[in-house]
């Protein structure tokens, strides 16, 4: 079992990017995905969550109108699209499951985890 996200980089102010999120040895579309980010010297913290009937998402207040999560079962991927980057969204960014059908923030209710890609806001 396996998660991988990738797809960062550095972008400008107001740029976008598009995060993945790809599993080995489960499919995705039978659990709930979350995207996390941690600054340095922060916690992680919950940005996005797609619940695992595809019925729910939810997003950080400030990620609200700039990022979409969404699936692709067909290529068993998450992806979140992430425009009108601000500086204040540099951070590692992590996609994350849980079995349970709803949605949480908090990172300790997820079980597996993919390794983090790197996002950087700067001019």
């Known amino acids: 079992v396996q998660l991988q996200a990738f797809g960062g980089g550095l972008v400008q102010p107001g740029g976008s990017l598009r995060l993945s999120c790809a599993a080995s040895?489960?499919?995705?579309?039978?659990?709930?995905i979350g995207w996390f980010r941690q600054a340095p010297g922060k916690e992680r913290e919950g940005v996005s969550c797609?619940?695992?009937?595809?019925?729910?998402?939810v997003y950080k207040d400030s990620a609200k109108g700039r990022f979409t999560i969404s699936r692709d079962n067909a290529k068993n991927t998450v992806s979140l699209q992430m425009n009108s980057l601000k500086p204040e969204d540099t951070a590692v960014y992590f996609c994350?499951?849980?079995?349970?059908?709803?949605?949480?923030?908090?990172?300790?209710?997820?079980?597996?985890w993919g390794q983090g890609t790197q996002v950087t806001v700067s001019s």
């Open positions: 040895g489960f499919t995705l579309a039978d659990y709930t």
């Open positions: 994350a499951s849980r079995p349970s059908y709803y949605c949480s923030g908090n990172p300790e209710a997820y079980a597996y």
């Open positions: 797609v619940s695992r009937t595809n019925e729910s998402t």
